[in-house]
Every structure is written in C-alpha cells, then in structure tokens.
C-alpha cells in the first residue's frame, strides 16, 4: 500500500503484508507456510514474505470465514459467496451452481482420506473425486443445519460444532450433545482433537473437554479469561491453548491457567489458533496476527492506511 502526501512527494511504497489486521482463519501448509484468513482478502506468509489474494485475483470473496490446506499446493477457503479453490496458479469457485446447498461457507477441513468437507449455514458438503457435491443436511439425520465448525478424528469420525450444539457420526447414525449433556455452551465455536482422542470445543460458554464418556468444562469460574471461547488449537506437546473474548489461555495435564507468555499477545479479543511443527503458536485476533514461539512474540500488522 503506497502512502501519500499533499505536497505531491513520491509516495512511499509500503512492503507486502497481512491484508487486513482483523484475523478469521489460519492454517499452516507442510511446506511450514501460514495461510491467514481476514475479513478484507488471504495472506500467505512464506518466511517474512507476503502474498495477498483478494476478489480481483479470483478468491470468491474478500471476506474470509475459513482457510484449509489440502496438499500438492491446493488450499481451499471458504466465504460467503462460496468456497475457493486455489492450485498454486489460479483460483476455481464452488457454489450453488456447481452443487453446494448455498455458497455461504462458515468452515473447510480435509478429512483423513483426503476428502475436502464443507461446513455450511444448510449443512454439510463433500467434494466427490468426479468434482460434484454430496449434500448432507437435517433431512438425512444432521441434527442442526447451522455449521460453524468442522473437524475430524484420526479415524475419520466426523465432529460437527453448530450454533444448536456438537454432533459426530459413527457411520450409521449421529450422536447430539447440548449443554443437557454436558457441554459448556450450545454455540461452538472451534473444535480440536488431541493425540489421544479427546475432544476440545470452544464455545460461547467457555472451554469443553470430552473424552468419550464424559464432559470437563473451564469456564471464567476456573480461570479463563473470558467466558466466550472463540478458538482452540491442541498441539503435539500436550498443551491445549484456548482463545477468548478476552484473552489466551492454557490447559496442561488437566490445569487452565493464563502464562505470561499470553500477555504479548497482539490484542485479547482472539479469533484463530493454530500451532506449527516447529512447536510454535500462531493467533488470529482482530488487531493483528502474532506467533509464540521460544523466544517471545512475533507481531505482524497490516500497512497504515493512506494518510
């Protein structure tokens, strides 16, 4: 973005950086890349070096909901004028026209099998190897239409968050939690699954922890620095980081607490977490993109605008 003067000088011409500082999504490529997700276009970070797309380019539009990477180069988006799909060289879209029930995209994850599933506000979407759409919606069991987030287990169990509650599919039928069985909050925001199984779910009553046969809950009764959970990421460690309207906590061997190392965070209302290989922690919030790592925090911002 080129700054301007009202003395006609040369304008300053800014270097490349996060399109918009208010952060939706993110996710890391194997490649040890980050894609971000903003409400004003995508980033992808490659070292220090940024790359933005936005409609003018082929994303579907600007504002970003989700942001998936599926591998050999392929990423996918999803917006509110359908889902992206972009091949390291051009973009394609999917919408209604080419099957989905609506082109308003809340969440994108690639399943185990490599299968790309669309969370939708009509249900749930799969991408067929032929490039048509299977539909699945409350008419073939889907207990709430509403998906606000999508993630699946190692063995390719479905766990669908929505803003009626947690649903999963074993194959044959689907099992729905509320907060009459446990849950925190019927409004999920996030879902993570650790290495053991467990399943993590932020939501607008705070944190829930399942593990099969039963729900912990951490709430602002615990510690959490807000009762709206807005993001949770599970890494490899064994630490489970929780985002909040508030804050950025953690959980270890069972414990929430809020480290010092939270304090850097770029703003406290959180809105995406995911962790890296290298063990360190990218956060989404609406005032810029930051990474934890061992030797403190990392912020990046979006350029000033023209003055």
């Not at 970070?45 to 970003?64: I, R, S």
Request: hydrophobic fraction near 40%.
């Amino acid at each position: 973005m080129a700054g301007c003067s009202s003395d006609d000088a040369v304008p300053e011409i800014l270097p490349p950086a996060i399109p918009n500082n208010w952060v939706t999504s993110l996710a890391v490529d194997p490649d040890g890349s980050l894609w971000v997700g903003t409400n004003d276009g995508l980033g992808h970070l490659a070292g220090e070096a940024w790359t933005n797309y936005d409609a003018v380019d082929g994303l579907p539009n600007d504002l970003v909901n989700t942001v998936a990477v599926a591998g050999d180069g392929v990423t996918w988006v999803g917006t509110n004028y359908g889902a992206g799909e972009f091949d390291d060289a051009e973009w394609t879209r999917h919408g209604i026209e080419e099957g989905l029930e609506t082109n308003w995209i809340n969440a994108v994850t690639i399943a185990p099998d490599g299968t790309v599933w669309l969370g939708t506000i009509f249900g749930l979407s799969h991408h067929n190897a032929d490039g048509s759409w299977t539909n699945v919606t409350t008419e073939d069991g889907l207990p709430n239409s509403r998906i606000t987030a999508l993630a699946f287990a190692s063995d390719g169990t479905p766990w669908v968050g929505t803003n009626g509650g947690l649903s999963s599919f074993d194959g044959d039928e689907w099992t729905a939690y509320t907060t009459a069985d446990g849950l925190p909050g019927d409004w999920v925001n996030s879902i993570a699954l650790d290495d053991d199984g467990v399943v993590w779910i932020a939501t607008r009553g705070g944190l829930g922890r399942f593990d099969g046969s039963g729900w912990t809950n951490y709430t602002i009764a615990d510690g959490l620095p807000g009762e709206w959970a807005t993001a949770v990421s599970a890494g490899d460690d064994g630490i489970v980081w929780v985002g909040t309207t508030e804050g950025l906590a953690q959980v270890t061997a069972g414990v929430l607490s809020v480290p010092t190392a939270a304090q850097g965070v770029p703003d406290d209302s959180i809105t995406a977490l995911t962790g890296a290989d290298d063990g360190a922690l990218w956060v989404g919030t609406k005032a810029g993109l930051g990474r934890l790592d061992d030797a403190g925090w990392t912020i990046y911002t979006a350029n000033a605008p023209d003055q």
